[in-house]
């Protein structure tokens, strides 16, 4: 028989959710500490479930714990962002490589749809809502490659990604152009265009990582 969950598991969870919400989406900075007194507080917690969730954010690679310090949000150096985006790379060309072979009309449709819900937050300049339309959009066509393995592997580099996908979103132009390229992959993946969608995929990664790296990274991150 199993025992009831205690709370303060239950809570650790919450409290990780809502720390990883922040962080992935740019609102507590890279870098920045994290005190579990001063999250408990602002929670509404005690500091236990806190240093439960802080020690989830170390094992997920969004926290690191640095001898007598404490907690801060994980910072990223120059080498770091160019090896996490050479992998992003090779793994999102293979998906939508895939894509265009086992896409059904009813997930490119569903495609359209979403990339005109991404334009209205766009125009809205409403850029937490973009960002969810960008994950979103690309989770889809991870999903319709149809590969589990892809999706485990995906999985690893998914939240360091977004963090650092919170970053090129705030670069001037950088939204305005990447909702472009969404435009011409779904043109290419409805047209079973392996080969363009592929290569439209790589330069669509890689610009993202040659802008973060021209205007997303802090001076002292970079190696």
């Given at each position: 028989m199993l025992e009831p969950l205690p709370e303060t598991l239950q809570l650790g969870a919450r409290v990780y959710q809502a720390l990883l919400n922040s962080i992935v989406s740019g609102q507590i900075e890279p870098g920045s500490p994290l005190r579990p007194d001063a999250v408990a507080r602002q929670l509404d917690v005690s500091t236990t479930p806190v240093r439960e969730a802080m020690h989830r954010l170390e094992n997920d690679g969004l926290a690191t714990k640095l001898p007598y310090q404490g907690w801060f949000v994980?910072?990223?150096?120059?080498?770091?962002?160019?090896?996490?985006?050479?992998?992003?790379?090779?793994?999102?060309?293979?998906?939508?490589?895939?894509?265009?072979?086992?896409?059904?009309?009813?997930?490119?449709?569903?495609?359209?749809?979403?990339?005109?819900?991404?334009?209205?937050?766009?125009?809205?300049?409403?850029?937490?809502?973009?960002?969810?339309?960008?994950?979103?959009?690309?989770?889809?066509?991870?999903?319709?490659?149809?590969?589990?393995?892809?999706?485990?592997?995906?999985?690893?580099?998914?939240?360091?990604?977004?963090?650092?996908?919170?970053?090129?979103?705030?670069?001037t132009g950088r939204p305005v152009r990447a909702i472009e390229e969404h435009h011409s992959v779904i043109d290419l993946i409805e047209k079973r265009d392996a080969e363009g969608a592929q290569r439209l995929m790589e330069h669509h990664i890689m610009s993202a990582l040659e802008d973060i790296l021209r205007w997303g990274v802090k001076p002292e991150t970079v190696a």
């Open positions: 994980r910072d990223f150096t120059e080498q770091q962002i160019r090896q996490l985006y050479e992998c992003r790379s090779a793994l999102e060309c293979f998906s939508v490589r895939l894509a265009c072979q086992r896409i059904s009309d009813a997930e490119v449709a569903w495609l359209r749809a979403h990339h005109s819900t991404g334009e209205a937050a766009l125009t809205a300049g409403d850029m937490d809502a973009y960002r969810l339309y960008n994950r979103d959009l690309h989770g889809a066509i991870l999903k319709a490659a149809a590969n589990p393995y892809l999706s485990s592997l995906m999985g690893q580099l998914r939240l360091q990604s977004e963090m650092l996908i919170a970053r090129t979103i705030r670069i």
